[in-house]
C-alpha cells in the first residue's frame, strides 16, 4: 500500500534522479548549464552577512544576521531547493547560512550548536525532505572546515498543529506559533555549554524565529543569535563593531 510518506519520497528520489540524468539552466537566474551557473555560484560565496530582520523586532527575537536580502536569484535557489527537491543546491546555500552565522555568532570559544527551526510534518511530509535540516548540516560542514566546531542540535518539537502562516500578519503570525515550540528535557539537557544559534531560511517578520527563541529560553538554554540565509528586510549601521557591510545578492549574477 502506498502512503503519502512514499508517495513523496519517491518523488524526491525521482526528482534527484532527473536531475542528475537532465542537463538544466541555471535555477537562480535560468541562464548557463546546470542547476547553478558559475556567476551565480560565486555570488553566493561572497555574499557580505550582516544585521537583518524586522524593525522593530518581535519580543523575544535574538539578533539576527542574514547573508543577503530576500532578492532573485537568491530567492529562487531557495525555493528551488525547499519546494522543488533541488537537493544539490544545499552545499552552496548551507555556505551562504554559514557566513550569516559568522556573522551572528561573534567571538567565542565554545562549540557552536544549530538549532534550526523545524517545519511542520505535515510540510516534510510533502516536500520528501527537511530542506533546513540539509541546510544546518552543509553550514555546520562548511564551518568545522573553517576551523570552528559546529554541530548540528534539532532539538526544537511541536507541540501542537499550527495554521498556514501565508496570509497572515506580524501580530497574527505571532499568535499563531504562541507556545507552537519546546525542547524536551532529554534534549535540553545536551545543550549545556554551546554557543546555541538558531537557524532558518528566510526571515519575514521573525515570527518563527521569536517562538524558536522563546522555547530555547524556557528550556534554560537561551541562544545567542540567530542567522538566515535570506531576509526580506535587511538593516546597516546596526551590527557590531567590525560587522560587515549589508549586501544584497547581485541580480543576474
Ligand atoms: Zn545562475
Known amino acids: 500500500m502506498t502512503t503519502p510518506v512514499t508517495t513523496s519520497l519517491t518523488t524526491a528520489l525521482t526528482t534527484s534522479l532527473l536531475d542528475l540524468l537532465l542537463p538544466t539552466r541555471c535555477l537562480g537566474c535560468g541562464g548557463g548549464r546546470g542547476q547553478l551557473c558559475g ?5 553566493l560565496a561572497r555574499l557580505a552577512a550582516g544585521p537583518a ?8 527575537l535574538p539578533p ?3 547573508a543577503a536580502a530576500y532578492a532573485d536569484p537568491l530567492r529562487q535557489l531557495l525555493i528551488a531547493h525547499k519546494e522543488r527537491g533541488a537537493l544539490r543546491l544545499a552545499g552552496p546555500l548551507g555556505t551562504a547560512l ?4 559568522r556573522s551572528a555568532a561573534g567571538a567565542g570559544a565554545a562549540p557552536l550548536l544549530l538549532v534550526p527551526v523545524p517545519s511542520t510534518r505535515r510540510a516534510t511530509r510533502a516536500r520528501g525532505h527537511d530542506p533546513m535540516l540539509r541546510l544546518a548540516g552543509a553550514a555546520a560542514r562548511e564551518l568545522h572546515l573553517a576551523g570552528i566546531a559546529t554541530r548540528v542540535a534539532p532539538v526544537l518539537r511541536q507541540t501542537r498543529p499550527v495554521a498556514d502562516q501565508a496570509g497572515l500578519d506580524a501580530a497574527q503570525r ?3 506559533l504562541r507556545g507552537a515550540l519546546a525542547v524536551p528535557a532529554r534534549l535540553a539537557a545536551r545543550l549545556a555549554g554551546h554557543r546555541l544559534i538558531l537557524v532558518d531560511d528566510l526571515v519575514t517578520t521573525g515570527a518563527s524565529l521569536a517562538e524558536a527563541a522563546r522555547a530555547l529560553r524556557a528550556a534554560g538554554c537561551p541562544p545567542r543569535a540567530a542567522a538566515t540565509v535570506a531576509a526580506t528586510v535587511r538593516r546597516s549601521g546596526t551590527g557590531p563593531p567590525g560587522a560587515p557591510t549589508c549586501q544584497a545578492l547581485s541580480s543576474g549574477s
Do not use: Y
Open 98 to 101: 554559514a557566513a550569516a552565522v
Open 39 to 43: 556567476g551565480c555560484r560565486t555570488a
Open 174 to 176: 505571532r499568535l499563531n
Open 53 to 60: 530582520g524586522p524593525h522593530p523586532p518581535p519580543p523575544d
Open 64 to 66: 539576527l544576521h542574514s
